[in-house]
């Protein structure tokens, strides 16, 4: 239910990383609240929205995710375009996505709105015993490259809605 003096935020959201980090995942986790071991990589819609409720905002978000374009390193400018929030997603088990998940944040560093909310997200962490990227390692290059950090898991479902939560509340911040 809508409070008086709430405010109503719609909010683009966009997710970078590499192939294979599981974004699509995070997604599918947060809005449908469902996991799928062999997620098609490449088909499907990239398109959701979800609806947050917090105690000083609504927030709907508009959640962009790649069909696929990631296999190439970049992103068409109108991916970013007025996007409010950005996830970038890394996989503990793959170093390589780890290295090319601070290219993305360069690349949004680049193209972004320098008031855009941007979170690290270390994703797979229920398999802990294949990890190559330790939790401090990326904890310590999003506190120094202005990123919030969060170890997720789409498959368990850890940290997800914290996710999006921390996000809305730095987007209704940010407005
Ligand atoms: P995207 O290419 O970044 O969108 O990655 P996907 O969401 O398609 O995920 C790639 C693969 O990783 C799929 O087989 C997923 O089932 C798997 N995956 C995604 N997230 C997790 C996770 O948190 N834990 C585990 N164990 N597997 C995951
Ligand atoms: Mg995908």
Redesign the pocket.
Known sequence: MARAGNKNIQAKLVLL?D???????LVLRFVKGQF????E?TIGAAFFTQVLSLNEATVKFDIWDTAGQERYHSLAPMYYRGAAAAVV?YDITSMDSFQRAKKWVLELHRQGNPKIVMFLVA??A??AGKRQVDNEEGEQYARENGLSFLET???TAQNVNELFYEIAKGVAKAM
């Open positions: 990383g192939m294979g980090a599981g974004k699509t995942s799928h071991e062999y997620q990589s997603v994703n797979k229920d398999l898991s789409a498959k």
